[in-house]
Structures are given as structure tokens and as C-alpha cells.
């Protein structure tokens, strides 16, 4: 027999029903990718030759490892997902469609790239940018409702120089070139980093 949740009694002496509890629903922590040096390696090779696997946007060949499809799969199973390069939309879309499922395109939080960065301080006059979190955390489109600070972002990049404006327990250093690189252990580590920075934060 279905067991009923007890009546509480008012001041007046009437059975009152007991409210519905409320389920919370948190907000799944944000994974910011970069695409170069993370998910897809730039190739440098000889004049008319073609690697094995190799991916050719905009006379610029790449090679992507098997393993980063299964990576993102997994990404989006436990986390919100964007993308923030500091290469050209131009160069960047044709990338990010052959990385990613059409299905998991659509599902990206956002696709910043080289016009969302800003100019490196100590490289006014040349080409290095710099990436900061602050321009999504307080922006009131992409972040609407203040659900992300650093407590739930973590940011993926190949080189630190880009990323050193910005909070160090979000930024996760991965290089595809290192050969010790390796996805599964990425998985752990991100994993490991939020709970460290949402314990920070209570």
C-alpha cells in the first residue's frame, strides 16, 4: 500500500497538505575549447603531398586524433560546451563542423573566435591576442543570468601566454602535439578541477 505524506496541523487545528518540495536543477559547468593545438593539429608539409587523415581548410592542412569524437561525446554528456578561438570564423567553422556532429554544433553555448579577443597589452602593435573569461562571464547575452563565474568555468588552451589574464584554477593546459597527451586522463582532470573550484566557492 502507497504510503501518504503526513498532514501538518495549522494553528487553528485544520490539516494542512504538506508542499511540494522543489527540485533543483544546477546549472551543468561550462568546458570552453579552444580548436587548435586541443582538438585538431596544425600540418605543416611538402609542396604536393597529402598526409594520411589529413584535413585541408583554407590551403591549411590539420589531423584530427579518432579518439576526439569520443572526448566530446563525453564533454556533453556531463557539461555545458563552447568554443573560443583566437583564429578567424573563417578558418575556424570549417574545423569546428568536421570536429563536430551538426547535432553537437547546435548544442554549443557559443562560438567565439579571433573578433571576441583582445589585443596582447604587451603586443599592442603585433598579432598575439589574449582570451578573457570576463568578456563571457559578464556578458548579458551569453551569460544572461550570472550561472557562470570561475567556481563552474573551465577553459581548455595549448598555450598558457593567451589565457595568463585569467583566474589560474580555470585554465587547462593540453597540447594534441605532446605525446603524452591523453583524453581520457583530460576527462579526470576536469572533473577533479571543477569540484576543487566549487569547493572553493562555497
Same mark, same amino acid.
Given at each position: 500500500?502507497?504510503?501518504?505524506?503526513?498532514?501538518?496541523?495549522? /494553528?487553528?487545528?485544520? @490539516?494542512?497538505?504538506?508542499?511540494?518540495?522543489?527540485?533543483?536543477?544546477?546549472?551543468?559547468?561550462?568546458?570552453?575549447?579552444?580548436?587548435? /593545438?586541443?582538438?585538431?593539429?596544425?600540418?605543416?608539409?611538402?609542396?604536393?603531398?597529402?598526409?594520411?587523415?589529413?584535413?585541408?581548410?583554407?590551403?591549411?592542412? #590539420?589531423?584530427?586524433?579518432?579518439?576526439?569524437?569520443?572526448?566530446?561525446?563525453?564533454?556533453?554528456?556531463?557539461?555545458?560546451?563552447?568554443?573560443?578561438?583566437?583564429?578567424?570564423?573563417?578558418?575556424?567553422?570549417?574545423?569546428?563542423?568536421?570536429?563536430?556532429?551538426?547535432?553537437?554544433?547546435?548544442?554549443?553555448?557559443?562560438?567565439?573566435?579571433?573578433?571576441?579577443?583582445?589585443?596582447?597589452?604587451?603586443?599592442?602593435? /603585433?598579432?598575439?591576442?589574449?582570451?578573457?573569461?570576463?568578456?563571457?562571464?559578464?556578458?548579458?547575452?551569453?551569460?544572461?543570468? /550570472?550561472? #557562470?563565474?570561475?567556481?563552474?568555468?573551465?577553459?581548455?588552451?595549448?598555450? @598558457?601566454?593567451?589565457?595568463?589574464?585569467?583566474?589560474?584554477?580555470?585554465?587547462?593546459?593540453?597540447?594534441?602535439?605532446?605525446?603524452? @597527451?591523453?583524453?581520457?586522463?583530460?576527462?579526470?582532470?576536469?572533473?577533479?578541477?571543477?569540484?576543487?573550484? @566549487?569547493?572553493?566557492?562555497?
Amino acid at each position: 500500500m502507497e504510503s501518504k505524506a503526513p498532514r501538518k496541523i495549522n /494553528g487553528s487545528g485544520d @490539516s494542512v497538505s504538506p508542499k511540494p518540495t522543489k527540485k533543483i536543477n544546477p546549472v551543468k559547468p561550462l568546458i570552453i575549447l579552444d580548436i587548435n /593545438g586541443v582538438l585538431a593539429e596544425k600540418t605543416f608539409i611538402g609542396k604536393g603531398s597529402t598526409p594520411k587523415g589529413a584535413y585541408k581548410v583554407n590551403g591549411v592542412f #590539420y589531423m584530427i586524433k579518432p579518439e576526439v569524437s569520443t572526448f566530446i561525446a563525453k564533454l556533453f554528456q556531463k557539461y555545458r560546451v563552447a568554443i573560443f578561438s583566437s583564429t578567424t570564423r573563417r578558418n575556424a567553422m570549417p574545423l569546428i563542423k568536421k570536429v563536430f556532429t551538426q547535432k553537437q554544433v547546435k548544442r554549443l553555448l557559443f562560438i567565439w573566435t579571433r573578433d571576441r579577443t583582445r589585443k596582447d597589452p604587451e603586443n599592442l602593435n /603585433g598579432f598575439k591576442t589574449i582570451k578573457k573569461l570576463d568578456d563571457f562571464w559578464d556578458n548579458p547575452v551569453f551569460n544572461a543570468k /550570472g550561472c #557562470y563565474d570561475k567556481s563552474n568555468t573551465i577553459i581548455l588552451d595549448d598555450e @598558457s601566454e593567451k589565457q595568463r589574464f585569467n583566474p589560474e584554477e580555470c585554465l587547462i593546459i593540453f597540447n594534441i602535439k605532446n605525446p603524452e @597527451s591523453d583524453f581520457e586522463t583530460l576527462l579526470n582532470t576536469i572533473e577533479t578541477r571543477l569540484m576543487a573550484n @566549487s569547493m572553493k566557492n562555497l
